[in-house]
């Protein structure tokens, strides 16, 4: 399993990359209303679409202690009202300029997912949507949220993937730092994880290249996957 998880272990990147890549995250939240994909967006629908295409529906929250890792300003923690207690960890939580309430019980904390401040084996189910990929270290992401999962603990994970082909230009999309196809997320995921079930929900977006290049047309890879323990998590 060690070396395994080595061969399968992405490359972390700069801590002044991962700097410029918050700095570029927050420029996003001030602006994205504006941009064409995201007007009129309806938030409570879309999220009850991301839900339908995990095969899990509203009532998989209820009676939960549920986080959510990189929750962004509107996340789905904040819509979870069923939910026994919501934990919203977001690096940038108290610098976002707009932000929904979460009405308690809950827990807001500024903090990275490498290093959550959280007790092991304290949550029931775990969301990081389209996080991941903007992180300093993905593995010791995973690595954190396994640790905090109970044993038959659960996790929804998704992130944009793109076709191999566009590997040389991934540099052009500076806002993710990691960058997967559908198979390399899966990989990524299923070296710390159980993976129950992997969708892959193609989009389109009516909007010019040069924006699709910037990392507007991508498809999304999404995975519902259970805590998988390995010798590590029962120390």
């Not at 209303?33 to 009532?59: C, M």
């Not at 052009?172 to 390399?184: F, L, V």
Request: aromatic residues 10%.
């Amino acid at each position: 399993m060690p070396d395994a998880l080595a061969r399968n272990k992405p490359k972390s990147i700069t801590k002044a990359r991962w700097h410029e890549v918050q700095r570029l995250e927050l420029d996003f939240w001030n602006r994205w209303t504006t941009l064409l994909p995201y007007q009129n967006l309806d938030i409570p629908s879309y999220w009850r679409q991301e839900v339908a295409h995990f095969g899990e529906s509203w009532g998989c929250f209820h009676g939960l202690r549920v986080l959510d890792v990189g929750c962004g300003p509107f996340g789905l923690i904040h819509f979870l009202d069923h939910a026994a207690e919501r934990i919203r960890v977001d690096p940038l939580l108290s610098q976002y300029g707009q932000k929904l309430f979460l009405q308690s019980p809950q827990l807001s904390i500024s903090a990275v997912a490498e290093s959550l401040p959280l007790a092991a084996r304290s949550i029931d189910l775990a969301i990081c949507f389209n996080a991941l990929d903007h992180m300093l270290d993905p593995q010791a992401a995973l690595d954190e949220i396994a640790r905090v999962l109970r044993p038959h603990g659960s996790a929804l994970f998704m992130i944009h993937t793109f076709a191999a082909w566009l590997r040389p230009f991934f540099w052009i999309d500076r806002i993710h730092p990691h960058h997967y196809t559908a198979q390399s997320f899966a990989k990524l995921v299923g070296g710390r994880f159980r993976i129950e079930r992997c969708e892959t929900v193609r989009r389109h977006f009516d909007i010019p290249p040069a924006k699709c290049l910037g990392g507007h047309l991508k498809s999304g890879h999404r995975g519902s996957l259970q805590n998988r323990p390995t010798s590590r998590d029962q120390d």
